[in-house]
Structures are given as C-alpha cells and as structure tokens.
C-alpha cells in the first residue's frame, strides 16, 4: 500500500476543481469519469516508493488542467454520439460544435462540407437535367471538363440524358465515401488522448 499523505490535498482539489468544471453533465456519467481518472492518478503514482508533492504535481501536470480535461470530455461525450449515424445533418451539427474546440475540429468540418457540398452540386445538377438540357451535363472543350454553363455552354455534351443517373450515382458516392471519412476522422480525433 503506498503512502499518498503528501499528495492527498493536491489530489483532492485537483478532483475538486475538475468536478466544479464539468457540473453541467450527468452526475452518473461524471462521477464515474472522475473515479477512473482518479484511480490512473493514483496507479500512476503507486510507481513511485514514497511520493512526494513533486511527484504528485508531475502526473497532474502529465494529465492537464482541470479545464483541458473538462473540455476533452465534453467532446468526447459529443464526438461518441456521432459515429455511427450516417445522417450527413446529424454529422455536420456534431462537427459544428467540435470546430470551436480546435484546429481538428475546424479541418474535419471543412472536408465534410467540401465533400456533402460536391455531392449536393451533382444531385442538382442531375434535377436540373431536365429543364436545361442543353445548359447542364458533362461538357468537354478547350475550357476543360464542367458539368453545367450558363448562359452558352462551350464544349460537348459527352453523356447527353445518361448524366441523370451518372450524377446521382456520383453524388450518392461522394455523400457515402464523405461519410465514411468524417466518421473514421471522429474516431481518431475524438478520443481523449492519454497524456501520462
């Protein structure tokens, strides 16, 4: 059994501190984060013969402030949620709360609206087909490769009535392969990373 006297008060109000920060969650939920963070602290310092203040000061600085920590888990709480749904809506509403938190939050939340943005063009551009047929389609000339002009399309129309079910195949795709990415980038991101 080790002796914890001498960081038993640092401890105390590191704990206390931290459950003051995050009192706006579930008390079942953050008690028992509290617990099992508690009990890492105290694994951690269980390595060390007789542990001094130092000691102590050095493993609660390894984790982070109070703060940091509070902010992590609320983000991991968020992040958890999301995961598995594949609603792109329920996706963005969850990255549009972890952009505020950091850089990753903000680079996830621009691949996913680069990638649902893309794929929406396709599946309008598939709708519109019909009532601009000569304005909207795959067009191929000295200007490159575009799938719609207005007023004048340049260039030739390579897929003509074909572009329907072309656009609507890429855009499902690229709605898919988006949600796909953003989920396996929540998973990597999301955890709260262990820092001692």
């Not at 203040?53 to 609660?60: F, G, I, K, N, S």
Request: proline share 6%; hydrophobic share 45%.
């Amino acid at each position: 059994m080790m002796n914890t006297m001498a960081c038993n008060p640092m401890i105390e109000d590191y704990f206390s501190q931290l459950d003051s920060r995050m009192a706006d969650l579930p008390p079942s939920d953050r008690q028992e984060f509290l617990r099992e963070l508690r009990a890492h602290v105290l694994d951690r310092l269980e390595q060390v013969a007789m542990p001094s203040e130092a000691d102590c000061r050095t493993v609660l600085q390894a984790l982070g402030t109070p703060e940091e920590i509070a902010r992590h888990y609320r983000m991991e709480r968020i992040l958890s949620r999301s995961p598995w749904r594949i609603s792109p809506f329920s996706i963005l509403r969850t990255i549009s709360r972890w952009t505020v938190t950091g850089i990753q939050g903000w680079v996830v939340f621009t691949v996913a609206l680069m990638g649902y943005g893309i794929s929406a063009a396709f599946y309008v551009t598939a709708v519109l087909k019909p009532f601009f047929p000569n304005n909207v389609g795959l067009f191929v000339g000295r200007d490159g490769v575009n799938i719609a002009f207005l007023p004048n399309p340049t260039g030739h129309d390579i897929l003509g009535s074909y572009f329907i079910p072309v656009a609507v195949v890429a855009g499902y795709l690229l709605m898919g392969g988006t949600t796909f990415l953003i989920r396996s980038l929540i998973r990597r991101f999301g955890k709260l990373k262990e820092k001692i």
